[in-house]
């Protein structure tokens, strides 16, 4: 028989989206998201402006600008460290709170906690002792970059556990639903480090290293915060190692997280594979991907809000047994957002040229941004897909089925940017056709995977043959 879980008394520290309109608390948990990622956009915006101005206090912006990206490839490859204890967190947290079982929640955070804390012990081992092996990977030539690139490393992995535990509170509140105390609590650090970076940069003259120690000090500042909200009768959960500890506990989070941060590393290192493979074509092409990315923020920006707002909702009201809301939750969500991406996919194409000239003047790197917009174009809406349906994916506990189709989608990318660069003129262009191929390959599967799922799901439930939330 359908076992359907038994209601406790709700929790006052969610947001609950097991009831009510579905759309509206979709939104509630999205836009939060959403301001939070344009948040850290300008900061990596305003971050790169000012360390561009080096020139200023008498030391060389390029070298500057270069240490800061090569070091900035390791903070990546350590968010994925972070997605391994958070995702299995956040999911967990929100089964927990669809249950209302704030022990559960407890316990969940308690020994979430400790997972992040030996993923970050990790990090910052590597970061400040073998700084060296990693920025070795590049083969730089320039000694500037290089010492610049290690200092940078050494200086932000000092404070790697704040960085690290920050991200774990915040998959708790994630998994409640309240993401709006995500973004003041994490958008409150990032305007803290933009206001930083002008005084040490360059008022005090530290340059890279003052970019690195704005970051340090931000993370350490956000992290205090966190810590007296835990002290504080309004914190989300009970951090108690005597009473919470459990070794099986740790072992699950990780294992559910393991996949999504094994695929984020592996699109680091493939990152870096085409960013090698760009920079043969000069510094325009150069400017004309990393401009271009930003554009497509338009994209990326509202899928990764609504990435998280249907992992909490799919994770709540599967924690609830409320399995026919969680097909009414995709469907609502698809309603909003193919019509967007489809309008995503117009803008870039139609709007390529006013779009490209409000960054680039120059005729010739004007022409090649125009033609990276249109190619890309063509698969934002599929890139949406990819990642909202991840998200509900995420929020049943299936993260390995996302995560194995990122994985083949992206490895794609190298040899397809290969074939097609021999194929296309200009050659760069197989690179752009590259990207947009593994994202439509990725949006398409998955949705059709997802569909499916549902599918299989609503049968089991008619059979009568869903135990719980965990035979799903």
Same mark, same amino acid.
Request: net charge positive; aromatic share 10%.
């Given at each position: 028989?359908?076992?359907?879980?038994?209601?406790?008394?709700?929790?006052?520290? $969610?947001?609950?989206?097991?009831?009510?309109?579905?759309?509206?608390?979709?939104?509630?948990?999205?836009?939060?998201?959403?301001?939070? @990622?344009?948040?850290?956009?300008?900061?990596?915006?305003?971050?790169?402006?000012?360390?561009?101005?080096?020139?200023?206090?008498?030391?060389?912006?390029?070298?500057?600008?270069?240490?800061?990206?090569?070091?900035?490839?390791?903070?990546?490859?350590?968010?994925?460290?972070?997605?391994?204890?958070?995702?299995?967190?956040?999911?967990?947290?929100? !089964?927990?709170?669809?249950?209302?079982?704030?022990?559960?929640?407890?316990?969940?955070?308690?020994?979430?906690?400790?997972?992040?804390? +030996?993923?970050?012990?990790?990090?910052?081992?590597?970061?400040?002792?073998?700084?060296?092996?990693?920025?070795?990977?590049?083969?730089?030539?320039?000694?500037? /970059?290089?010492?610049?690139?290690?200092?940078?490393?050494?200086? /932000?992995?000092?404070?790697?556990?704040?960085? &690290?535990?920050?991200?774990?509170?915040?998959?708790?509140?994630?998994?409640?639903?309240?993401?709006?105390?995500? &973004?003041?609590?994490?958008?409150?650090?990032?305007?803290?480090?933009?206001?930083?970076?002008?005084?040490?940069?360059?008022?005090?003259?530290?340059?890279?290293?003052?970019?690195?120690?704005?970051?340090?000090? @931000?993370?350490?500042?956000?992290?205090?915060?966190?810590?007296?909200?835990?002290?504080?009768? $309004?914190?989300?959960?009970?951090?108690?190692?005597?009473?919470?500890?459990?070794?099986?506990?740790?072992?699950?989070? +990780?294992?559910?997280?393991?996949?999504?941060?094994?695929?984020?590393?592996?699109?680091?290192?493939?990152?870096?594979?085409?960013?090698?493979?760009?920079? !043969?074509?000069?510094?325009?092409?150069?400017?004309?991907?990393?401009?271009?990315?930003?554009?497509?923020?338009?994209?990326?920006?509202?899928?990764?809000?609504?990435?998280?707002?249907?992992?909490?909702?799919?994770?709540?009201?599967?924690?609830?047994?409320?399995?026919?809301?969680?097909?009414?939750?995709?469907?609502?969500?698809? $309603?909003?957002? +193919?019509?967007?991406?489809?309008? /995503?996919?117009?803008?870039?194409?139609?709007?390529?040229?006013?779009?490209?000239?409000?960054?680039? *003047?120059?005729?010739?790197?004007?022409?090649?941004?125009?033609?990276?917009?249109?190619?890309?174009?063509?698969?934002?809406?599929?890139?949406?897909?990819?990642?909202?349906?991840?998200?509900?994916?995420?929020?049943?506990?299936?993260?390995?089925?996302?995560?194995?189709?990122?994985?083949?989608?992206?490895?794609?990318?190298?040899?397809?940017?290969?074939?097609?660069?021999?194929?296309?003129?200009?050659?760069?262009?197989?690179?752009?056709?590259?990207?947009?191929?593994? *994202?439509?390959?990725?949006?398409?599967?998955?949705?059709?995977?997802?569909?499916?799922?549902?599918?299989?799901?609503? $049968?089991?439930?008619?059979?009568?043959?869903?135990?719980?939330?965990?035979?799903?």
């Amino acid at each position: 028989m359908i076992r359907r879980n038994h209601r406790k008394k709700p929790m006052k520290v $969610k947001i609950d989206l097991t009831e009510g309109n579905i759309l509206k608390k979709l939104l509630i948990v999205a836009i939060p998201m959403l301001l939070t @990622s344009l948040v850290q956009m300008l900061y990596n915006l305003t971050d790169m402006f000012w360390v561009a101005r080096v020139n200023r206090i008498g030391l060389d912006p390029t070298v500057a600008v270069s240490a800061v990206g090569t070091a900035g490839y390791y903070m990546w490859f350590g968010f994925g460290l972070i997605l391994i204890a958070k995702v299995g967190v956040s999911v967990k947290v929100s !089964q927990a709170a669809g249950r209302n079982d704030a022990e559960r929640v407890n316990t969940i955070a308690t020994n979430g906690l400790i997972a992040m804390a +030996i993923m970050a012990l990790i990090f910052t081992i590597y970061g400040v002792f073998f700084n060296h092996h990693f920025v070795g990977i590049f083969k730089i030539d320039e000694p500037e /970059v290089v010492a610049g690139a290690m200092r940078y490393m050494r200086i /932000v992995t000092t404070a790697g556990m704040a960085f &690290f535990l920050v991200n774990m509170f915040n998959g708790v509140y994630d998994g409640l639903g309240k993401t709006i105390n995500t &973004f003041f609590i994490t958008g409150s650090g990032l305007i803290l480090n933009m206001v930083l970076d002008p005084i040490l940069i360059l008022g005090l003259g530290l340059g890279i290293n003052g970019a690195a120690i704005a970051t340090a000090f @931000s993370q350490t500042v956000v992290l205090l915060i966190y810590i007296v909200i835990y002290h504080s009768p $309004k914190r989300p959960a009970i951090i108690s190692f005597k009473k919470y500890f459990s070794p099986k506990e740790i072992k699950n989070i +990780i294992v559910l997280g393991l996949p999504v941060g094994i695929q984020s590393m592996l699109m680091t290192s493939i990152s870096i594979v085409l960013g090698i493979m760009v920079a !043969q074509y000069g510094a325009s092409i150069m400017s004309v991907s990393r401009i271009g990315s930003q554009i497509e923020a338009l994209s990326w920006m509202i899928a990764s809000g609504f990435q998280v707002a249907l992992a909490s909702f799919v994770g709540q009201n599967v924690g609830a047994g409320q399995f026919s809301r969680v097909k009414d939750g995709y469907i609502t969500s698809m $309603k909003v957002l +193919i019509p967007y991406g489809l309008a /995503v996919n117009a803008i870039l194409f139609f709007g390529a040229r006013p779009l490209f000239s409000m960054f680039i *003047s120059t005729q010739p790197t004007l022409d090649q941004g125009i033609t990276y917009l249109r190619i890309l174009s063509l698969s934002q809406l599929f890139m949406i897909l990819d990642m909202v349906t991840a998200g509900a994916f995420n929020g049943f506990g299936k993260t390995y089925i996302p995560s194995a189709i990122q994985i083949v989608g992206n490895a794609l990318r190298i040899p397809l940017a290969i074939i097609l660069s021999g194929m296309l003129i200009p050659e760069v262009n197989g690179i752009w056709w590259a990207l947009n191929i593994s *994202s439509v390959f990725k949006g398409t599967v998955l949705f059709i995977l997802f569909l499916f799922f549902i599918i299989r799901l609503n $049968k089991r439930i008619k059979s009568q043959e869903v135990e719980n939330y965990g035979t799903v």
